[in-house]
């Protein structure tokens, strides 16, 4: 249970959860974004940054990125200074973890695309791009997800 805090490993439906988890980051996530973007320290902006090049050196070597990516969105959320956000970090783990085994990390150029804009509203401290940045992630993992659990379900 401490590599998986919510007991997600027993659920059945995958594909499902991928779903689920994809709506619960879409509630927290830009906001988590957004508040990043207000209190980043200079520091914080530079660890965003590297953890965003992680992702995509991964992504163009075509190598398994999960780990790069959770490392990219735990920045952010710590970056936020809020005491809470640190406690719902294994949500967002397990979420990015089955999204990218629900899409075979399919998403690749636009998990890049909107890791740089969200990157670049964190560094010039724009809350708003920061929150629409990470909105737009969630949506094309969203819909991603949405367009496989349907080709499954079409599939005889």
């Known amino acids: 249970l401490t590599d998986d805090p919510l007991g997600l490993n027993f659920v059945e439906d995958k594909s499902r959860l991928a779903l689920d988890l994809m709506e619960v980051r879409t509630m927290i996530e830009p906001d988590i ?32 990125f999960v780990t790069e990516d959770i490392a990219f969105h735990e920045t952010i959320a710590r ?40 990157t670049t509203a964190i560094a010039e401290k724009n809350p708003h791009a920061a929150k629409e940045a990470m909105l737009e992630h969630m949506r094309y993992n969203q819909e991603h997800i949405e367009k496989l659990i349907k080709a499954r379900s079409n599939t005889p």
Do not use: F, G, W
């Open 33 to 64: 974004a957004a508040l990043a973007a207000m209190r980043a320290s200079k520091e914080d902006v530079k660890k965003i940054r590297q953890s965003c090049l992680a992702v995509e050196e991964k992504i163009r070597q075509n190598q398994d």
């Open 79 to 118: 970056s936020s200074k809020n005491q809470v956000v640190p406690n719902v970090i294994p949500v967002i783990h397990s979420a990015i973890r089955e999204q990218i085994k629900a899409t075979n990390a399919n998403l690749t150029e636009k998990t890049i695309a909107t890791h740089r804009a969200i």
